[in-house]
């Protein structure tokens, strides 16, 4: 007899396929002579993983968590941490989810390739760390979110973002960007910009009082303005 098979295109063991693998379904069935003579067959199925322009295949991704709302990048250090012990806030953390149908096998940040066994070995206590001119970035932890058997196809990175020194905020805002690459096990890329904005420390005054009063001789009134400021 004559049989229809649609695909399950959405499935995630289809998904997870890379170009040129496969994954089989059988399907057995009882043919009879209509005289009490039976036989056992099978149809075997046959799922061919798509290549990178098919329209089917999916697509690594990248989605930054944004602290920042309106203003630029997606999270702010303030350079006022730097000058004291009290204040941590030269140090900000976050999260960006990955995805990857096919499976994931490694991201990038500026260039240096970060394989995904490595991502899962991230702790805070042993970070993958990418320091540039401004400020070191750590990775401190990976937390899977989707799975196909033994492949990784999701998951949340964890970092922190530490200010290193005081910034040049003459020519205006000031940040510190991070390129960013996923790649799937397919060879698909995709990629996204982790922003920093490092926030001036702007001087604030306060207004300063002191007093002297009248009588002979020299009188002098001191104090520091300074001391009033931050």
Same mark, same amino acid.
Do not use: C
């Given at each position: ?89 030269? !140090?900000? &953390?976050?999260?960006?989810? %990955? #995805?990857? $149908? *096919? +499976?994931?096998?490694? =991201? ?14 991230? !702790?805070? &206590?042993?970070?993958?760390? %990418? #320091?540039? $001119? *401004? +400020?070191?970035?750590? =990775? ?91």
């Amino acid at each position: 007899g004559s049989y229809t098979y649609p695909l399950n295109n959405p499935d995630p063991r289809v998904q997870a396929l890379t170009a040129g693998e496969t994954l089989t379904e059988v399907y057995p069935y009882t043919v009879s002579d209509g005289a009490g003579g039976t036989d056992v067959a099978q149809l075997t199925i046959t799922i061919t993983g798509a290549a990178d322009a098919d329209r089917g295949d999916d697509l690594a991704g990248i989605v930054l968590s944004d602290q920042n709302g309106a203003a630029t990048g997606q999270i702010s250090v303030d350079e006022a941490g730097l000058t004291s012990t009290g204040d941590t806030s030269e !140090t900000a &953390g976050s999260t960006f989810a %990955i #995805t990857a $149908a *096919d +499976g994931l096998a490694s =991201i990038s940040i500026n260039g240096t390739p970060i394989s995904l066994a490595q991502l899962q070995a991230a !702790t805070p &206590g042993t970070p993958l760390t %990418i #320091t540039t $001119a *401004d +400020g070191v970035l750590r =990775i401190t932890g990976f937390t899977p979110t989707g799975a196909v058997g033994s492949l990784t196809t999701a998951g949340d990175v964890h970092y922190t973002y530490t200010l290193a020194q005081r910034q040049d905020h003459s020519g205006g805002e000031v940040t510190d960007p991070f390129a960013l690459t996923v790649v799937d096990r397919d060879g698909d890329v995709s990629s996204g910009t982790l922003t920093v904005l490092i926030v001036d420390d702007v001087p604030v005054a306060a207004n300063g009082a002191n007093s002297i009063g009248e009588g002979a001789g020299p009188k002098t009134a001191s104090g520091d303005l300074k001391a009033n400021h931050r």
